[in-house]
């Protein structure tokens, strides 16, 4: 079953952590083990936000993807998902562009940005965070900037963003809104989490939620489980989500995970346990990569420029 992953801070570890790429939680042989066809790997601009260097930190991090050992697509999707891992690139915190469209081309050339996640925990020229509550929506680099990743085809991510940055999205954005990496906020209430509405809003529009297994995003009290990510999937599922979600396991980015979840090589313990639940092998495909793959191709399909 091809799997497919929204979601992980690999390339930070390497490029800015100076991490071994072998000692990193995503390598090519454990992505394999997993099934995983489309990895996302994120350049992540939050390290110190706006203040510190995150297009230098952006354009280190593209560069040491060579050194992951798994082709990445900056063309065109094949038709057909990937049984081998390739990996797309992404952008969490869109510092990284300095409030310069001009940016956002250089990177469009260089790394075919596929999703933007439009702030990480800080606040920068596009809105803010989701630790800050409703401080506003979006600002005005912020709007045109949204119009731009329509015209390229990039969806608009918002896990990070704060509720009234989202629901701008929803209303400005042509592609519909993402969020990569959040879980249910009724389960476990952390700011980075999406409330009913807000999943709601992402199935109406059939954008995407990647289900992320940080424990502290799943579970309150104590260390998640495996079956609190499946409380997590089934929780979405009874709102309609069952064709909009999929995963962004965060690893690389995270220190807790539920056992027999810390590493790509886990999907497969995962998908039994839906399967053991009841899922149906079609919503299980998309569950496990085809949604997000379907919708990339959408959204390469209505982009203006590529
Ligand atoms: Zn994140």
Redesign the pocket.
């Known amino acids: 079953m091809f799997v497919a992953d929204a979601?992980c801070?690999t390339l930070y570890q390497i490029a800015i952590n100076g991490k071994a790429p072998g000692r990193c939680v995503v390598t090519p042989q454990r992505l394999a083990a997993g099934g995983v066809g489309l990895q996302t790997f994120?350049l992540?601009a939050?390290r110190e936000g706006p203040k510190g260097t995150p297009y230098a930190d952006g354009l280190a991090m593209l560069a040491s993807a060579s050194w992951l050992n798994a082709p990445m697509l900056t063309d065109d999707l094949p038709e057909k998902p990937p049984q081998t891992p390739m990996g797309i690139f992404s952008c969490?915190g869109g510092e990284m562009l300095e409030g310069a469209l001009e940016r956002l081309t250089e990177f469009q050339v260089a790394a075919r940005l596929r999703m933007i996640?439009l702030t990480?925990n800080f606040e920068n020229e596009i809105g803010h965070p989701a630790a800050e509550g409703p401080k506003g929506g979006l600002k005005p680099f912020g709007r045109k900037l949204l119009a731009a990743m329509d015209r390229y085809g990039i969806l608009p991510d918002t896990?990070?963003l704060n509720e009234a940055g989202f629901w701008e999205v929803c209303e400005r954005a042509a592609l519909p809104p993402i969020a990569?990496?959040s879980d249910c906020r009724w389960l476990c209430d952390v700011p980075?989490n999406l409330r009913k509405e807000q999943v709601k809003a992402i199935v109406d529009r059939g954008g995407f939620i990647g289900v992320?297994f940080y424990s502290k995003f799943l579970k309150s009290d104590g260390p998640a489980t495996l079956d609190d990510v499946v409380r997590h999937i089934d929780a979405l599922c009874e709102l309609g989500a069952q064709h909009v979600i999929g995963f962004g396991s965060?690893f690389d980015?995270i220190e807790l995970w539920p056992e027999g979840l810390g590493d790509p090589s886990g999907f497969p313990t995962l998908l039994d346990a839906l399967r053991k639940r009841g899922y149906s092998e079609g919503i299980l495909e998309g569950l496990a990569g085809m949604n997000l793959w379907n919708l990339l191709k959408r959204a390469e399909r209505e982009a203006k420029i590529k």
């Open positions: 979601h801070d994120a992540f939050g969490e996640a990480w896990s990070h990569s990496h980075r992320n965060d980015g």
